[in-house]
T-cell receptor, first 111, second 113 residues
């Protein structure tokens, strides 16, 4: 079992929809959780990171971590065609140099 | 601000030829440096990471090698490329020992023919 699981999609939504992207993880030692956005043929871009459980909001993006259920979510409000990309979640434990990445979910926002 | 540069962006190499991909980070000192490979539909595969000059850890045994000749320079090499080496190679860095803020370069597309 992979330590961070993510549905590859694709997830197709109409413009303006609320998007929910999710990951599950199995390692209880994970304390840091990240979301990356990757456009086609580009390097991943760090979108958000959170420490431990809770929510973090940045503009249209909200990251949520539920450590009790080992569930990571990214919500995108008022989705735009420019949000079309692959979204990767990642997790890391304290003192580890190496985050563990999910395989990414492909999101398509159509006009 | 910190920036990461990676080159070349695209290359097509014949089987058996050597490879050298280079990465440099600006605006920070003593970063942790990483090389990843991303194959279509297979996610990110960590190849090497380095916590200091001359310190290289290999995650996946293969015909690739990495070197860190300077604090902010990381090089990925191969003496003889295989077809299976084709893919998208990403250099990354972090200043945080927890790896929770890792930043990627733009990537290098390698096609071995």
């Amino acid at each position: 079992q992979k330590e961070v699981e993510q549905d590859p999609g694709p997830l197709s939504v109409p413009e303006g929809a609320i998007v929910s992207l999710n990951c599950t993880y199995s390692n209880s030692a994970f304390q840091y959780f990240m979301w990356y956005r990757q456009y086609s043929r580009k390097g991943p871009e760090l979108l958000m990171y959170t420490y431990s459980s809770g929510n973090k909001e940045d503009g249209r993006f909200t990251a949520q971590v539920d450590k009790s259920s080992k569930y990571i979510s990214l919500f995108i409000r008022d989705s735009q065609p420019s949000d079309s990309a692959t979204y990767l979640c990642a997790a890391a434990s304290g003192g580890s140099y190496i985050p563990t990445f999910g395989r990414g979910t492909s999101l398509i926002v159509h006009p | 601000s910190q920036t990461i540069h990676q080159w070349p962006a695209t290359l097509v190499q014949p089987v058996g030829s050597p490879l050298s991909l280079e990465c440099t980070v600006e605006g920070t000192s003593n970063p942790n440096l990483y090389w990843y490979r991303q194959a279509a539909g297979r996610g990110l595969q960590l190849l090497f990471y380095s916590v200091g000059i001359g310190q290289i850890s290999s995650e996946v045994p293969q015909n690739l090698s990495a070197s860190r000749p300077q604090d902010r320079q990381f090089i990925l090499s191969s003496k003889k490329l295989l077809l299976s080496d084709s893919g998208f190679y990403l250099c990354a860095w972090t200043a945080d020992v927890s790896g929770n803020t890792i930043y990627f370069g733009e990537g290098s597309w390698l096609t071995v023919v």
